[in-house]
């Protein structure tokens, strides 16, 4: 066991309070860690890395512990650094469309803020709720909103982050313009802690929608459905969200969701929303029900902002709601280019692999879930992993679009890259973290 002696931290060591640190929200569990610290000063963070140096023990730096790849479940030799009390206040500057924030920052409270004063931080993962403005960061989190805005990593300006040689730096500035060489911070940015530890972050805003679309759109034939979001595309309409359910997952809240969830219609469906200013105007709908045609034909409109926040109400809880009913499941977070959503369900059809998806249709980021995971040969649960993830990649995609890679996706990520890619990754966390004590064992 290491000494622990920390001028400013709380260091945690009790058995039973260390147990739930071994997990995330993904099937993983590590082992206990060595101990948890949960720092508040710099020197706290000197004296941690000076002794993870000395003592031969890693870092697994961890926020609220919502991550679906096991990128915060400790290895072995670790102590795990929980960020929830790390010091700060979230400030935003409205002059320079800024928000900056301390890794501990709620997400919740970080987009609450950008709100209240008018402005958007679009980045809203299912555990927006629920997560901290850190790991959102150290992770690239994603949500129904990157179809239109894009990642995490779109908003970040600058990072304040914990690096090997003990101190704190800060990589990129507040400006949306700046241009000296290759963005360190970026490189941070959804790394998952493996170069170093994010403490806080400025972000950039935008101003507030001011008008917003929310459509139901039940389909009859679920194939009718995969087509849509490019035909959307090509014809000039981008959604800031386009979301769907297949037929099997519909089923499952039609017949035990919560009472909302049960009235939801069609063989499959998707919820479509849209936010460019005039977006609610009759000459909008009628053009967008050309582009739809006759997947059009039993579109729902919501009417009110009450209802438009039931219908994503049904949205969030569908993860929480399939885990609880399967508690075993695996959900992998494949991508594929809008132009290849057919294809891959084709593809999965060939593979007879009993799946269920739902998820973010509008930029091919597809949530397919293994219902049945506990229950299946862990040899053929591997292999049916690995058959979709080379399947996505085969179509030109990729095999995580917003979860992340840490412990669950790191044999089939090293597998199937690029060995010259992996090799560069791993030259930088040589370069940057050279006694490899940040996140040991994740990703590479």
Not at 85 to 111: F, H, M, Y
Not at 211 to 217: C, M, N, Q, R
């Amino acid at each position: 066991m290491p000494t622990l002696r920390l001028p400013h931290a709380q260091v945690l060591w009790d058995p039973e309070i260390l147990e739930p640190y071994r997990c995330d929200e993904s099937h993983l569990k590590g082992p206990v860690p060595m101990a948890v610290v949960k720092p508040t000063s710099r020197e706290d963070l000197r004296e941690l890395v000076r002794l993870a140096k000395s003592e031969g023990f890693g870092l697994v730096p961890r926020g609220a512990g919502t991550g679906k790849a096991g990128g915060c479940v400790p290895t072995s030799g670790t102590v795990v650094v929980d960020l929830g009390i790390w010091p700060g206040e979230i400030r935003v500057s409205t002059q320079d469309l800024t928000l900056s924030a301390p890794a501990s920052a709620w997400l919740r409270d970080v987009k609450g803020a950008a709100d209240e004063l008018g402005f958007f931080y679009p980045p809203d993962p299912n555990s927006w709720p629920l997560c901290a403005f850190g790991g959102s960061l150290a992770t690239n989190a994603g949500g129904p909103n990157a179809c239109k805005y894009g990642m995490t990593r779109h908003w970040v300006l600058s990072v304040d982050a914990l690096m090997g040689d003990g101190e704190i730096h800060t990589f990129g500035t507040g400006s949306v313009k700046q241009n000296v060489g290759p963005s360190l911070a970026q490189m941070l940015v959804g790394s998952e802690g493996i170069f170093g530890m994010i403490l806080s972050a400025t972000v950039r805003l935008i101003p507030k929608p001011s008008e917003f679309l929310t459509l139901l759109l039940p389909v009859s034939r679920f194939a009718d459905l995969l087509e849509l979001p490019g035909r959307l595309c090509a014809k000039g309409f981008l959604p800031s969200a386009f979301e769907f359910f297949d037929p099997a997952v519909l089923s499952e809240l039609r017949t035990s969701g919560p009472e909302e969830a049960r009235r939801l219609p069609g063989e499959a469906l998707a919820i479509l929303e849209f936010d460019d200013r005039g977006c609610t105007s009759e000459a909008f709908i009628v053009s967008l029900v050309d582009v739809l045609g006759d997947a059009a034909e039993h579109l729902q409109v919501a009417s009110e902002s009450r209802q438009r926040e039931q219908i994503w109400n049904v949205r969030r809880l569908t993860s929480a709601f399939l885990k609880e009913r399967h508690p075993n499941k695996i959900s992998e977070d494949i991508v594929v280019p809008r132009s290849r959503i057919s294809a891959f369900f084709a593809g999965l059809e060939t593979l007879q692999i009993p799946a269920v998806s739902y998820g973010h249709l509008g930029d091919g980021n597809l949530h397919v879930n293994l219902l049945a995971a506990g229950e299946t040969d862990p040899m053929e649960l591997d292999r049916q992993l690995k058959s979709i993830f080379k399947l996505a990649v085969d179509l030109g995609g990729t095999l995580s679009g917003e979860h992340g890679i840490g412990l669950a996706k790191r044999d089939a990520f090293l597998a199937l890259t690029d060995p010259y890619q992996i090799e560069l990754l791993r030259a930088l966390k040589r370069s940057w973290d050279p006694d490899g004590i940040f996140n040991p064992g994740k990703v590479i």
